[in-house]
């Protein structure tokens, strides 16, 4: 007899009557299914299972192991940069036939750039060096022309309920290759977008799952990511209280009630702790080759390009970068060429760096926002007209894993105004970038109040002719 086991343990004092019937019930039941599972119980798959994290393989081989996602926020006018309209430019000023306004034709030239002679605006003359590299689909379109709604939509694939992002959906997929990083980070290079933190939450998944977002504004790496270093505790003390926490949070799950949200405030502790040295390494820039700071540029997107690549370099699976200012009402003419500067030579330069490094082919590359713009002046521009909303048509840009390069696939009608052949909805564009990492999307479930949810809804069908 061991006397310890027969003396008050804090565990003990949060058992209720309810917890002992149903622990004593349970428990009979239990032993009688380890024998009947005998060896199979401590399974290899079993002990996978002890990091949510841990790297996972997917349904099927997929090309592409790793995501960048360059979200161009505000809705990126099609008609000025990736879907030229000649009909539009030769109307420009009149009434447009079947649509309500006056036509307002494309300010910029589109040239035929590299051996593929895709049109690319002259906007992007750097990304148009990269044509060959690149798939330009020209009939996305989306269900709502609100930026809220639109781009929590782009994010999550739902417009209504609070769902797990894209980004999350990835993550619990394939897992991360880094335990001492976060699989999945939101970089901010600005403000907080339309519906915040929406866009990469983990929702229903397990908080582990949820997107880290960085606000790239902050230049000194050692406050990039708030409170990762504790100046006034030891690494070996901060263990400890870890390991106190998660012993107390285990009593509280298994003598209570298990919390979502406490689950995900305890795994940022953990990540946190974790991180303290790896992430500020990867977020340093300034250990980079002068060379290769220089190709990405000095702006704040150009950084923020740069650091994305050392955080896909370093195993992070889902890299989100918000490159946000493009709801163009006005003066369309001057500010969009100001807005696709930020992100020309830095996006040219990821093409370019990943392709050195080898890792090209293994990243799946996606550019673009919630939905286009109308090819009328929007009514509110003046003399120095933009264009309004438009959910009926726009362009996504893909490039890198399991995508084929130097191709245009879809088209909108001859004003650029809905697209009409070989339509991409939005569930379309989640299937097929969930195929290209391997997974079937109508397979990659969790269930939730008893019903299995996916990205994709019920709906999206894979476009197969844009894979490699």
């Known amino acids: ?26 428990g009979f039941g239990a032993m009688s299914l380890a024998t009947m599972l005998g060896p199979s119980l401590f399974s290899a798959q079993a002990s996978n299972m002890v990091s949510p994290l841990a790297p996972r393989q997917p349904h099927f081989p997929g090309k592409a192991k790793r995501v960048i996602h360059i979200f161009a926020q505000g809705a990126p006018s099609h008609l000025d940069t990736w879907d030229p309209k000649p009909e539009l430019n030769r109307l420009d000023g009149r009434d447009l036939p079947g649509v309500n306004g006056i036509a307002m034709g494309s300010p910029f030239k589109f040239t035929p750039r590299g051996k593929s002679g895709i049109e690319v605006s002259e906007v992007f003359p750097m990304l148009g060096d990269r044509a060959d590299d690149l798939c330009v689909v020209r009939s996305c ?48 290079p600005g403000g907080t977008p339309p519906g915040g933190s929406s866009n990469w939450q983990s929702s229903f998944l397990p908080g582990v799952y949820q997107g880290m977002s960085v606000n790239t504004q902050i230049s000194a790496v050692n406050k990039l990511i ?34 979502s949200q406490l689950e995900a405030r305890i795994e940022a502790y953990e990540m946190a702790f974790k991180m303290q040295t790896e992430a500020t390494d990867a977020f340093d820039i300034t250990k980079e080759p002068a060379d290769v700071r220089k190709a990405y540029g000095t702006s704040r997107m150009g950084t923020t390009m740069l650091a994305a690549r050392r955080l896909l370099e370093r195993g992070v699976r889902f890299v989100q970068v918000w490159a946000g200012g493009w709801d163009h009402h006005q003066d369309i003419a001057t500010r969009l060429p100001q807005k696709a500067t930020e992100i020309d030579q830095p996006l040219a330069a990821l093409i370019a760096d990943l392709k050195q490094r080898g890792l090209f082919d293994s990243t799946l590359i ?44 879809g088209a909108t009608d001859e004003f650029g105004n809905a697209a009409i052949k070989d339509k991409v909805h939005v569930h379309d564009l989640h299937a097929t970038v969930l195929h290209a990492l391997g997974f079937d999307h109508e397979k990659l479930t969790y269930r939730y109040n008893g019903r299995d949810f996916r990205l994709t809804d019920v709906y999206g069908n894979v476009v197969k002719d844009l894979l490699a």
């Not at 781009?151 to 335990?179: C, D, I, K």
């Not at 006034?232 to 870890?242: A, D, I, N, S």
Request: glycine share 12%; aromatic share 8%; no cysteine.
């Open 141 to 188: 379109y989306t269900d709502i022309p609100a930026h809220e709604v639109a781009t929590v939509f782009m994010n999550t694939g739902s417009t209504r309920q609070a769902r797990p992002s894209l980004g999350s959906w990835v993550l619990y997929g394939l897992g991360t290759e880094n335990q001492n990083m976060p699989g999945f980070i939101a970089l901010r």
């Open 1 to 26: 007899m061991n006397p310890d086991h027969h003396q008050p343990h804090l565990e003990d004092h949060f058992l209720t009557r309810r917890a002992f019937l149903n622990r004593f019930g349970m």
């Open 366 to 409: 996606i550019w673009g926002g919630e939905f286009g713009r109308k090819p009328t002046r929007d009514r509110n521009g003046g003399d120095d007209p933009g264009r309004d909303h438009n959910s009926k048509a726009f362009s996504t840009v893909l490039a890198g894993g399991g995508i084929k390069g130097g191709m245009v696939y």
């Open 226 to 259: 708030e409170n990762i270093r504790n100046d006034y505790t030891p690494l070996k003390e901060q263990r400890r209280q870890l390991d106190l926490v998660h012993q107390l949070n285990e009593m509280h799950n298994h003598n209570l009630n298990k919390e």
